[in-house]
């Protein structure tokens, strides 16, 4: 968001900044409607959803207007919401029965900041 925001609208950090409240809006509502819907055994279903936010990432090349922005970004948001709830509880489920719940969320979360760093340096590296 913070790259594109100073691209497509020429935003300053803090203003882009502000676009990544408006996502993690739209992923808070998404995490909630997601939470109060979706059942373990559906989790799988939701997996389209990525697809959909990939195009729709996509898509973000042509909005050059913060009045198209917003909305789109929230609804990216909540789209992502709605993904990782059921796709972290499915994993829980599955870890827990493969290893134990503590270890199973210990390994998610190495997994998650190991991705992290490992993008965050693919990143810093593509900029120079």
Do not use: C
């Amino acid at each position: 968001v913070l790259a594109w925001a100073a691209a497509a609208l020429s935003y300053n950090t803090t203003q882009a900044s502000a676009l990544t409240g408006v996502v993690a809006i739209g992923t808070a509502v998404g995490a909630v409607v997601a939470s109060m819907r979706m059942r373990l055994d559906m989790a799988t279903k939701v997996i389209p959803l990525g697809i959909a936010m990939g195009v729709l990432l996509i898509l973000m090349v042509f909005i050059k207007s913060i009045w198209i922005a917003i909305p789109f970004l929230i609804l990216l948001g909540g789209l992502g919401g709605y993904l990782v709830v059921p796709m972290n509880a499915l994993l829980q489920h599955r870890g827990h029965n493969l290893m134990g719940a503590g270890r199973s969320i210990a390994v998610q979360n190495f997994n998650e900041q190991a991705a992290i760093l490992g993008l965050g340096a693919f990143y810093s590296l593509s900029l120079k």
